[in-house]
């Protein structure tokens, strides 16, 4: 079966600090990655997808960046955050061949920046 | 702009009592839409997914309805438990060729109490 990993759970980091959250999927190949934030009171945002090893798209300018150096992981990652940063963040996977557009979502990763 | 409005915005109930949650939409080209539980800090996870030729779909005490037509569904809890608190969101994709793109509604936060 599938399975999607998330880390770090909880994060807090000081503003100006770097960033990188990682997501690894297992148990499929050639899956859709997703970054997602999601702010309290408001619905996911799509923050950066992709299709394949080295391909990111990104849907909101903004201060983070994302990379696929494997065919199973994906990174989010800043190099000086801001207090804006703050909040829930979700990797997911969908399938790549025969995608139904079901996501399937990790655990999250709870960011704050002070 | 496809849009995606759940109602109500929250919700307290009673255990063992049942509701229902709305959702409409203005996605268009429609391809289906998924109802989506998330725990409080927890990764959403899929309830059901109903596509343009369903009517009523039922996952357990979970029945989520499609109106196509007038662009509206439901999801209908019976004898909610307390572990029915959770957000609830609503999705609806949108086919493009061989892409989905998703609407995320903003979720009806649901509190079940004793």
């Known amino acids: 079966s599938q399975t999607i990993h998330q880390w770090p759970a909880t994060l807090v980091q000081p503003v100006g600090s770097p960033l990188s959250l990682e997501c690894t999927v297992e148990?499929?190949?050639?899956?859709?990655l997703y970054w997602y934030r999601q702010a309290a009171g408001r619905g996911l945002q799509l923050l950066f997808y992709?299709?394949?090893?080295?391909?990111i798209s990104s849907e909101v300018p903004q201060n983070l960046s994302a990379s696929r150096p494997q065919d199973r992981q994906f990174i989010l990652s800043s190099k000086k955050l801001l207090l804006s940063d703050s909040g829930f963040y979700l990797c997911?996977?969908?399938?790549?061949?025969?995608?139904?557009?079901?996501?399937?979502f990790g655990e999250g990763s709870r960011l704050t920046v002070l | 702009k496809n849009q995606v409005e759940q109602s109500p915005q929250s919700l307290i109930i009673l255990e063992g009592k049942n509701c229902t949650l709305q959702?409409?939409?203005?996605?268009?080209?429609?391809?289906?839409l998924r109802w989506y539980k998330q725990d409080t800090g927890r990764g959403p996870v899929s309830l059901t997914i109903?596509?343009?030729?369903?009517n009523t779909k039922s996952n357990g005490r979970y029945t989520a309805t499609l109106d196509a037509d007038t662009k509206q569904s439901s999801l209908h809890i019976t004898a909610s438990q307390l572990s029915d608190s959770a957000s609830y969101i609503c999705?609806?994709?949108?086919?493009?060729?061989?892409?989905?793109?998703?609407?995320f509604g903003k979720g009806t936060l649901l509190t079940v109490n004793p």
């Open positions: 997911a996977w969908s399938e790549g061949r025969r995608n139904t557009g079901e996501l399937f």
């Open positions: 148990g499929t190949s050639n899956p859709n």
């Open positions: 992709s299709v394949g090893i080295g391909q």
């Open positions: 959702c409409n939409y203005t996605v268009s080209p429609f391809s289906n």
């Open positions: 109903m596509t343009f030729s369903e």
């Open positions: 999705v609806v994709s949108e086919k493009n060729r061989s892409n989905y793109k998703l609407t």
